[in-house]
T-cell receptor
Framework: AQTVTQSQPEMSVQEAETVTLSCTYD???????LFWYKQPPSRQMILVIR??????QNATENRFSVNFQKAAKSFSLKISDSQLGDAAMYFC??????????????FGKGTSLLVTP | NAGVTQTPKFQVLKTGQSMTLQCAQD?????MYWYRQDPGMGLRLIYY???????DKGEVPNGYNVSRLNKREFSLRLESAAPSQTSVYFC??????????FGSGTRLTVV
C-alpha cells in the first residue's frame, strides 16, 4: 500500500511571503498522480493542484506551484504571495494510475497553515 | 448544481443506535468513496465502489457497511454506533478524467 507523509503538522507564514509545504510518498509504481487539496474551516475539499508522475514539468496554478522530485518521492507545495484566504488545512494525496482501490485517493495527515497579517 | 450531495450534515447518535449516511452524485461518475476524517489523521478510506454493483473495503471498514444502490447513490451504514465512530464523514466520486468531487461532509457524534 502506498503511504503519504506530511511531516509538518503546522506551518505559519506572513502575508505576502512564500511558504513551502512538504510531502513525501512511498510507492513501487512508476505511473501515478499526486494532488494537493485545501480544506478551509468550511470543511469543503478544494483541489489546489495536480501532478502526473510521467510529466517532468512541475505543475503551476497561479500562486501555487509544486516541486516534484520523482526519484526522491517528494512533492512539495509552494505558495507565493500568501494571502489571508490561504489559511487552511492542506492535504497531499496519491492516486495510482491503475485501478487499485478503485482509483481512491490516499491522503497524508495534513498540514495546518496559518497566515498572519 | 452538479456535485455530490451528502445527508445529513450533522447527527448525534447514542451508542448502539444505527443510521445510514446518504450520498448521491449527478455527474455520471463510475467510482464513489466514503472517507472519515479525524483530527491529525487526514482522510482515511472506509469503503469504495469502483463501479455500479461493486463495493470493496478500504483502510478502516470495521463497523461499517455500504450499498451502491445505483450509479448515483452510495450509502454508508453504521449498524451499532460506537464512540470511536465519532468523526466527519466525506463522500466523494470520480469519473474518467481524474477529477474528484467531494460532498460537504457529515459531522457525526456518538455519545
Amino acid at each position: 500500500a502506498q503511504t503519504v507523509t506530511q511531516s509538518q503538522p503546522e506551518m505559519s507564514v506572513q502575508e505576502a511571503e512564500t511558504v513551502t509545504l512538504s510531502c513525501t510518498y512511498d510507492t513501487s509504481e512508476s505511473d501515478y498522480y499526486l494532488f494537493w487539496y485545501k480544506q478551509p474551516p468550511s470543511r469543503q475539499m478544494i483541489l489546489v493542484i495536480r501532478q502526473e508522475a510521467y510529466k517532468q514539468q512541475n505543475a503551476t496554478e497561479n500562486r501555487f506551484s509544486v516541486n516534484f522530485q520523482k526519484a526522491a518521492k517528494s512533492f512539495s507545495l509552494k505558495i507565493s504571495d500568501s494571502q489571508l484566504g490561504d489559511a487552511a488545512m492542506y492535504f497531499c494525496a496519491y492516486r495510482a494510475s491503475f485501478a487499485n482501490s478503485g482509483y481512491a485517493l490516499n491522503f497524508g495527515k495534513g498540514t495546518s497553515l496559518l497566515v498572519t497579517p | 448544481n452538479a456535485g455530490v450531495t451528502q445527508t445529513p450534515k450533522f447527527q448525534v447518535l447514542k451508542t448502539g443506535q444505527s443510521m445510514t449516511l446518504q450520498c448521491a452524485q449527478d455527474m455520471n461518475h463510475n467510482s464513489m468513496y466514503w472517507y472519515r476524517q479525524d483530527p491529525g489523521m487526514g482522510l482515511r478510506l472506509i469503503y469504495y465502489s469502483a463501479s455500479e454493483g461493486t463495493t470493496d473495503k478500504g483502510e478502516v471498514p470495521n463497523g461499517y457497511n455500504v450499498s451502491r444502490l445505483n450509479k448515483r447513490e452510495f450509502s454508508l451504514r453504521l449498524e451499532s454506533a460506537a464512540p470511536s465512530q465519532t468523526s466527519v464523514y466525506f463522500c466523494a466520486s470520480t469519473g474518467i478524467y481524474y477529477g474528484y468531487t467531494f460532498g460537504s461532509g457529515t459531522r457525526l457524534t456518538v455519545v
